[in-house]
């Protein structure tokens, strides 16, 4: 079990990367990054049993799909800071022909991704299909997905809700980033979501709820939960309440930040509020 304490500080360095990234580029999404840190970071230093030796096949591993693209800053982070690739490679963040696109694809050949992302409602299905795979191979490692809670507001999601329920796909937990925000306002200026739980439960998830995703004790305890909820004929939902830009008070709690970058100025504030204890790149 790692550290607590260590835990925190990497969710801190991965808010450090994920501003530095975005300011040096001037551009893509720090706000649901920001506000996924603590979910990042407790899913691949603690939670998932995967190998940062990449294989695209991953066999007899956990597997992850970042359904909603756009916040691949903390995903690259984390990658890279787990032993995925080089910590330095995050400078090359969007630039042309690297590997760290603004979104995520696999033609560059990056380890850590098995699928392209970012055009919203995808990755559920794609993680639907790699988990059908993984039960016909008689692997029983688990499939991870991410969703932003505005994506939901595409159909193909509760297609996908609907086949899972309907195959029993019981080796597949989905966590939903509900920062209740998406990328012109709040979820219920835009289009609400309604009952989410019951959404979920009533196409026939098994629903954990959780109140406080920017606690990483809080966050380690949730995916626990819900990888013991798993196995029992259910998929599982772990509707986590974030706060979007969380770290960084001119950030957190709004929608502004979705895929704003910071100035100079507001990068060395934002900075000053996070104390590089890991170290930068
Ligand atoms: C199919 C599709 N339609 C529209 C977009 C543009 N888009 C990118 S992010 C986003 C908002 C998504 O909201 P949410 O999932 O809540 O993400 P958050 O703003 O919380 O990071 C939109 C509409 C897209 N990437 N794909
Ligand atoms: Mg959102």
Redesign the pocket.
């Known amino acids: 079990m790692a550290d607590i304490q260590y835990l925190e500080q990497m969710a801190t360095q991965v808010r450090r990367d994920i501003l530095r990234m975005v300011h040096a580029v001037q551009s893509g999404?720090p706000?649901?990054s920001m506000?996924c840190a603590e979910f990042f970071t407790a899913l691949y230093f603690q939670q998932m049993e995967h190998n940062t030796d990449f294989s695209m096949e991953g066999k007899n591993e956990d597997l992850f799909f970042l359904s909603?693209?756009?916040?691949s800053p903390v995903w690259y982070s984390v990658l890279a800071r787990s032993g995925y690739f080089p910590v330095e490679e995050l400078a090359t963040f969007r630039h042309l022909n690297c590997r760290l696109q603004g979104?995520p694809t696999t033609h560059e050949g990056l380890p850590g991704i098995r699928v392209a992302s970012?055009?919203?409602?995808q990755g559920l299905s794609v993680a639907l299909g790699a988990a059908l795979a993984k039960k016909m191979d008689g692997d029983d490692k688990l499939v991870y997905a991410l969703?932003?809670?505005?994506?939901?507001q595409?159909g193909q999601i509760w297609e996908a809700a609907m086949f899972a329920a309907h195959n029993k796909q019981d080796n597949v937990i989905l966590t939903v980033?509900w920062?209740g925000?998406?990328?012109?306002g709040s979820?219920d200026d835009v289009l609400s979501l309604g009952n989410l739980p019951s959404k979920w439960e009533s196409f026939g998830w098994k629903v954990l709820i959780g109140e406080k995703g920017n606690d990483m004790a809080a966050v380690l305890d949730y995916l626990a939960q819900a990888k013991a909820a798993s196995g029992q004929g259910q998929p599982v939902v772990l509707l986590l309440k974030t706060d979007?830009g969380h770290g960084v008070d001119f950030m957190s709690g709004t929608?502004a930040w979705?895929?704003k970058a910071p100035s100079d100025e507001q990068l060395a504030n934002a900075l000053a509020q996070l104390p590089e204890g890991l170290g930068d790149y």
């Open positions: 999404h706000g649901g506000g909603n693209g756009h916040i979104h970012g055009s919203l409602g969703c932003g809670d505005g994506e939901l595409e980033d920062n925000q998406q990328i012109d979820n979007m929608h979705h895929g």
